[in-house]
């Protein structure tokens, strides 16, 4: 899919590469305890990983089971160190965490 974008240089060809979608998750780092509870996580960008400071709440999204790209997923909304609030989840199919963005 292509679409023609006009610049003050003119008309140019975006490709459908180009486009990313909004919101889209990130990957994050998490460190867990003995229990299975997240202590810290590394953002993606960031050079040093924060402590949680509390898990606020947390809840699991199982759908979509009947479709060939199941969801399964634990979602975490996490204070850390800093006073950031961040919605995490651990994708259970691919055993991998990320960070939703609002």
């Given at each position: 899919?292509r679409?023609?974008?006009?610049?003050?240089?003119?008309l140019?060809?975006?490709?459908?590469?180009?486009?990313?979608?909004l919101?889209?998750?990130?990957?994050?780092?998490?460190q867990t305890?003995?229990?299975?509870?997240?202590?810290?996580?590394?953002?993606?960008?960031?050079?040093t990983?924060?402590?949680?400071?509390?898990?606020?709440?947390?809840?699991r999204?199982?759908?979509?089971?009947w479709?060939?790209?199941?969801?399964?997923?634990i979602?975490?909304?996490?204070?850390?160190d800093?006073?950031t609030?961040?919605?995490?989840?651990?994708?259970?199919?691919?055993?991998?965490?990320?960070?939703?963005?609002?």
């Amino acid at each position: 899919m292509r679409s023609l974008i006009k610049t003050s240089e003119g008309l140019i060809k975006r490709q459908k590469s180009d486009l990313r979608p909004l919101n889209a998750p990130s990957p994050v780092r998490v460190q867990t305890d003995a229990q299975g509870r997240i202590v810290s996580l590394w953002r993606q960008g960031r050079l040093t990983p924060r402590s949680i400071a509390a898990i606020q709440d947390h809840w699991r999204i199982d759908d979509e089971w009947w479709r060939e790209h199941t969801i399964s997923r634990i979602y975490y909304e996490l204070l850390l160190d800093d006073g950031t609030l961040l919605t995490v989840y651990h994708d259970l199919i691919a055993d991998a965490w990320f960070e939703q963005r609002s």
